[in-house]
């Protein structure tokens, strides 16, 4: 089935730890996005790449970074993780850029303790 | 930055006729999405305003007016499924999307 997966579905991580969430989509999509969601605050943007080897940086970018090697995968690295960084992590997709709508994966559920 | 402002909560009843509004202030725009995001699940596209007006998708409709910085999401003949969050958010002129806070609906029988 076509769509964009993501993983883990969630983690309990402790403090200073490096972790990598993984965004794999199939749909041949050229934008990638990273979002993460806090209650009260609703989505936030961290960092997004237009296409194959360009990334940017969103809203909320310190202690995250991204890189996109190909179309498919789409990574995103807690470098040294903070209790702040304790969320819900949604990856999306779009298939030429931000001027298209925009589709989500499931999430991984991120303890930082 | 942007701001986007929807209700936190809403109640209705089930068969009913449910309005949430959206007020933004953004630099440039480059239209408006609703999305339907169920507990635990990832959100899901609903509808997709970029001019003024009204646009209809079955139970769901989705009106704009730029001018006045404000949409609205009418959800009709409620069922219990439509219990949600449904989240607001806008396109600036540099094509970033930013995401209202949501809000969350809930359908009594």
């Known amino acids: 089935i076509a769509g964009i997966t993501q993983a883990p579905t969630s983690q309990i991580l402790a403090a200073g730890r490096r972790m990598t969430l993984r965004c794999t989509q199939d749909?041949?999509?050229?934008?990638m996005y990273w979002y993460r969601q806090d209650l009260g605050l609703g989505l936030r943007l961290i960092h997004y790449?237009?296409?194959?080897?360009?990334?940017g940086k969103g809203e909320v970018p310190d202690g995250y970074s991204v890189s996109r090697a190909n179309t498919d995968d789409f990574p995103l690295t807690l470098a040294s993780a903070v209790p702040s960084q304790t969320s819900v992590y949604f990856c999306?997709?779009?298939?030429?850029?931000?001027?298209?709508?925009?589709?989500f994966g499931p999430g991984t559920r991120l303890t930082v303790l | 930055g942007q701001n986007i402002d929807q209700p936190t909560e809403m109640t209705a009843t089930e068969g009913a006729i449910v309005q949430i509004n959206c007020t933004y202030q953004?630099?440039?725009?480059?239209?408006l999405f609703w999305y339907q995001q169920h507990a635990g699940e990832a959100p899901t596209f609903l509808s997709y305003?970029?001019?003024?007006g009204l646009e209809e998708k079955g139970r769901f409709s989705s009106f704009l007016s730029r001018s006045k910085g404000y949409s609205y999401l009418l959800l009709k003949e409620l069922q219990m499924k439509d219990s949600a969050s449904y989240l607001c958010?806008?396109?600036?002129?540099?094509?970033?999307?930013?995401f209202g806070a949501g809000t969350t609906v809930t359908v009594r029988a």
């Open positions: 958010a806008v396109r600036d002129g540099d094509y970033k999307l930013s």
């Open positions: 999306a997709s779009s298939p030429s850029g931000a001027a298209d709508t925009q589709y």
């Open positions: 305003n970029v001019l003024d």
């Open positions: 953004t630099s440039g725009f480059n239209g």
């Open positions: 790449s237009n296409t194959a080897g360009t990334t």
């Open positions: 749909m041949r999509h050229n934008a």
